[in-house]
Each structure stands twice: as C-alpha cells, then as structure tokens.
C-alpha cells in the first residue's frame, strides 16, 4: 500500500477527502508540529479542516496503518512517543538492513541516481524550509539506498520500520545547530559509497547511525529532564 503523496498540481488523480486529510497531517507530522505523545482531538482537528468528525478518524486510522499515529483506546489518536530503548533498537535495525543494501551497491559499482538527487534537495534546501521537506529529502536518501539493493525482502523489511525512522529524523533535526551539517553528513556518505571501498562505506554508514541514535538519546534525556 502506498500512502497518497500527491498534490492537485503533481497527479491527475483526485484524491478522496480522507486520503487529501491523510496527505495534510502526515506533513505536519514530518514538520514537528506535534510533540511525541501529543493527542490530536478529532473535534478540534474536524474543525480546523472543516471536515466531519468521520473524516478526521478515517484519515487518523489511515496514518495509524502507517505507524505515523498510534491509537488509544477510549483516548484517541496520538504522535507516538520513542523512548531510549525504542531509539536504540530502530537504529540497529535500520543499520543491519542498510548494511546489507551498501554491500551490494560496492559491489554493483553505481551510487543509485535517486540518492543524488535526495542530497541535492537537501543541498538546494532554504535556510527556512520546513522540517518536513528536510525529513522527506533524507528519507528518499536512505530509501534509495535500500531499493539500490535490488532485494525485494530487504525493501519490504525497510518499509515495515520506515514511518518510525521517518518520525526519528523529525526529532533529529533540532539537534542539528548548523543545518549545512546534514548535507555534509549526506555528501560524505555519498563519498564513501564512490571508494568503491566496502568497509570504508560501511565504517560511514555506521557512524551515521550512531551520530543520530546520541542526539536523539541526548535530546530525550534533556526533554524528560527539562
């Protein structure tokens, strides 16, 4: 299942008044609009898009299939919220299966076009774009990654861990002080896939994984301590 992304401009298709809603709140999801574990009140969200109570809880159960919603019972809907050992064991994960995906791209010789393209929207990025837009580039750069391994399983595990690797890079991006780093993080990944050099690429990639598991863990210490 492909969650709806287009946009009236980009897809002749017409969206339903759910799917367009889904469309709307997961970009405020992948902005930081909400913290984690803030609940989104069907009554105030129906009134704010002008939509039924209905659509909202349509359009929330469509994010929850997602992972990018959790629902709770006789509570509502609710950004999820990662603690210390959910931050640790998502990395991990996302670590072995890009490992695996690196591999193949050494061996194939071809850094895959969409990851070039991925850090060349975060190259071209305004100081002032939304988080979402940043939290999408990375994530088409990793995606890239994944499909450029040519493994239908290995994608398919990718995508069961993608909403919540997507929902880590919306809270990475404050522990960022310099938003070039990001780039320069991306361009020296890119780099070390073109040595040709499988441990060189996977020593970056791991370091890549780690850098983002400290800051999240610093940033939920610092948050649960605040």
Partial sequence: MIFPSATPDTNPTKLSAVEALSVKLKARILNGDFEPGEFLRDIKM????????????????????????????????????????????????????????????????????????????????????????????????HRAIIRASGSARLQRSYAMLESEIELLLVLQQPCYEDPKQIVADHEHLIACLRSRDFETARAAFVEHWEDLSTKLLRANFERKHA
């Fill in 46 to 141: 129906a009134e704010e898009y002008g939509v039924a109570r209905n659509t909202f809880r349509s359009a929330a159960q469509l994010l929850v299939s997602f992972g990018l919603l959790l629902k709770v019972p006789n509570r509502g809907f609710c950004i999820p919220e990662f603690g210390p050992d959910d931050i640790v064991d998502i990395a991990r994960l996302r670590g072995v299966l890009e490992t695996e995906a690196v591999r193949m791209i050494i061996l194939n010789g071809s850094v895959p076009v969409d990851a070039l393209n991925a850090v060349e929207k975060l190259r071209n990025a305004a100081p002032d774009a939304p988080r979402s837009d940043i939290v999408t580039a990375d994530g088409d750069f």
